[in-house]
């Protein structure tokens, strides 16, 4: 069993931290050259430091673009405007990429 697969047995959710790949690593003498090759093939994605995703071909479900936003600059809030174009009762003046 390859490392990715084994990571995406370990990780249940798409978003996860460097404390939830490292200890998914752990098997590893340099864990943080495995990092770096996961990150240069493409298998995970760092968001910022410190937070990764799974790569568009290890992903089970598409990610919460929300939830992604309050993990980088937390704590934080949805906007009014932001929600009523979400729900599509105003226009809205941004386009939600597809999942």
Not at 12 to 37: I, T
Not at 38 to 65: C, D, M, N, Q, W
Request: proline residues 5%.
């Amino acid at each position: 069993m390859n490392t990715i697969t084994r990571l995406r047995q370990a990780i249940e959710h798409e978003v996860f931290d460097y404390q939830v790949l490292q200890a998914g690593l752990k098997e590893y003498r340099k864990p943080r050259d495995k990092v770096s090759a996961l990150l240069a093939a493409g298998e995970i994605v760092r968001v910022k430091k410190g937070l990764y995703l799974f790569g568009e071909t290890h992903r089970r479900r598409p990610f919460s673009a929300e939830l992604l936003a309050n993990l980088i600059y937390g704590p934080s809030c949805v906007s009014l405007d932001y929600a009523l174009a979400f729900h599509g009762l105003i226009p809205s003046t941004w386009r939600r990429s597809p999942r």
